[in-house]
């Protein structure tokens, strides 16, 4: 028998698996299952991008190209620190990447040594824990508030940092909970960052969708400190509805850069050429189909919004969402509750019974660190989203 690794084995297995596999059953079954589970914009990728990549197979660029990617991509996304940042980067301090979980990946293999403490704020995206501790680091969480915004403190930050903490692992705006820190918090916590020389993974993937007027601001651009100790993660996926695409990049020192696109050469090589010709037209094209995309999720965040508040006569809670597209839904009063002569003791059992009385998929908190919600995205149509809101407000009814 083939013997795993010690590290390999640290991988968990997924937490959902369960629920995905009911909720293909139901639907194969023929059954109308409304998924507020979705982690991709519900959008098509925009016809020019999708016709720059004709393009470049019809005039054959389907070879190898450079390992961390196309030079002309590499500029396009200096453009955009710039454009978009107020960031100056050279082509050598980028590196192109097989999505933005690619581009974390090789930053946590860049940094973090066996027994290396990673600080999360929590609740966090269920693949930092696995990552780090794959490279044989160990999260540490700091738990944030729903008082705060989900938001971690500058002052929690600093508590939890130890001698053998080598990374933070920031990500604004955030996903599961849709906070996007203030430029002054985000100063407050480089403060803590520069005052410990400390490595930020600074995870910007949902930087185009940010709500209310507000501007994204990444943690690069407090200052040369700060930007030299940060590794900036963003991408086209969630942007420009580019998910199945798989192109990510980040932006480091670039010793930092140079180490990490050694390994990609030795590990994946080039992303896809298409796709990199695909992202070049995203990145440098016609922006309106994003703006257009953006529009929509805010409307329909006003929308969970306005139906939320009138359910919190009924003792569903929220946190509001500034940024991305998913809302953390506080259903723990319904905890100790049942329904059938079954107890619901947990956001797992909330999630499984939801889907099997109401026929509505939607995340259990527990996958990101916090049992007392769900995650429900609103990559849905506002018809699907509104019925589906509706069917959670009859099951809490139903609980008893
Ligand atoms: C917070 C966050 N970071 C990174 C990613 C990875 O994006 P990609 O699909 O480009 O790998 C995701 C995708 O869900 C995400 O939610």
């Known amino acids: 028998m083939i013997k795993l690794t010690k590290r390999i084995s640290r991988i968990s297995p997924s937490m959902t698996l369960a629920m995905s596999a009911k909720s293909a059953e139901m639907k194969a079954a023929g059954e109308k299952v409304i998924n507020f589970g979705v982690g991709e914009p519900d959008f098509n990728t925009p016809e020019?991008?999708?016709?720059?990549?004709?393009?470049?197979?019809?005039?054959?660029?389907?070879?190898?190209?450079?390992?961390?990617?196309?030079?002309?991509?590499k500029k396009a996304v200096c453009?955009?620190?710039?454009?978009?940042?107020?960031?100056?980067?050279?082509?050598?301090?980028?590196?192109?990447?097989?999505?933005g979980k690619?581009?974390?990946?090789?930053?946590?293999?860049?940094?973090?040594?066996?027994?290396?403490?990673?600080?999360?704020?929590?609740?966090?995206?269920?693949?930092?824990?696995?990552?780090?501790?794959?490279?044989?680091?160990v999260p540490v969480y700091v738990e944030t508030t729903r008082e705060n915004g989900f938001k971690m403190t500058a002052e929690q930050l600093e508590a939890a940092i130890t001698d053998k903490t080598a990374m933070l692992i920031f990500n604004s705006p955030c996903n599961p909970t849709g906070a996007v820190?203030?430029?002054?918090?985000?100063?407050?916590?480089?403060?803590?960052?520069?005052?410990?020389?400390?490595?930020?993974?600074?995870?910007?993937?949902?930087?185009k969708?940010?709500?209310?007027?507000?501007?994204?601001?990444?943690?690069?651009?407090?200052?040369?400190?700060i930007k030299e100790l940060t590794i900036l993660v963003n991408g086209v996926s969630k942007s420009y509805a580019m998910t199945g695409w798989?192109?990510?990049?980040?932006?480091?020192?670039?010793?930092?850069?140079?180490?990490?696109?050694?390994?990609?050469?030795?590990?994946?090589?080039?992303?896809?050429?298409?796709t990199q010709y695909a992202a070049l037209a995203a990145l440098e094209g016609d922006q309106t189909p994003m703006a257009e995309m953006v529009k929509a999720?805010?409307?329909?965040?006003?929308?969970?919004?306005?139906?939320?508040?009138?359910?919190k006569q009924f003792g569903l809670d929220y946190v509001k969402p500034e940024g991305a597209f998913y809302v953390m839904l506080v259903v723990d009063k319904f905890f100790g509750k049942s329904l059938n002569g079954k107890k619901v003791e947990g956001s797992m059992d909330f999630a499984m019974d939801l889907l099997a009385e109401q026929k509505v998929a939607a995340t259990p908190g527990i996958c990101f660190g916090d049992d007392s919600c769900i995650r429900l995205s609103y990559a849905l149509s506002m018809e699907e989203m509104v019925e589906g809101l509706e069917r959670i407000k009859a099951f809490c009814l139903s609980l008893k």
Not at 246 to 270: C, D, M, W
Not at 297 to 311: C, N, P, Q, S, T
Request: charged share 25%; net charge negative.
């Open 48 to 73: 020019n991008i999708i016709q720059a990549a004709k393009d470049a197979m019809d005039k054959g660029y389907t070879k190898y190209v450079a390992a961390a990617g196309l030079p002309a991509l």
């Open 79 to 99: 453009d955009k620190f710039k454009r978009d940042n107020n960031l100056d980067y050279k082509p050598s301090q980028i590196v192109i990447s097989n999505g």
């Open 102 to 137: 690619h581009a974390i990946l090789n930053a946590v293999a860049a940094v973090v040594e066996e027994g290396d403490e990673v600080i999360i704020p929590s609740p966090y995206w269920l693949t930092y824990p696995e990552v780090v501790r794959f490279f044989g680091g």
């Open 181 to 207: 820190y203030s430029e002054e918090e985000i100063k407050a916590i480089a403060a803590v960052c520069e005052k410990h020389e400390l490595c930020v993974l600074s995870d910007e993937m949902y930087e």
């Open 209 to 225: 969708l940010v709500y209310d007027g507000l501007k994204h601001y990444s943690i690069a651009e407090v200052s040369p400190k």
């Open 246 to 274: 798989r192109l990510g990049y980040l932006a480091a020192a670039e010793p930092v850069a140079k180490a990490i696109g050694s390994f990609q050469s030795h590990a994946t090589s080039n992303v896809n050429t298409i």
């Open 297 to 311: 999720f805010a409307d329909r965040r006003e929308k969970m919004i306005e139906v939320l508040d009138g359910y």
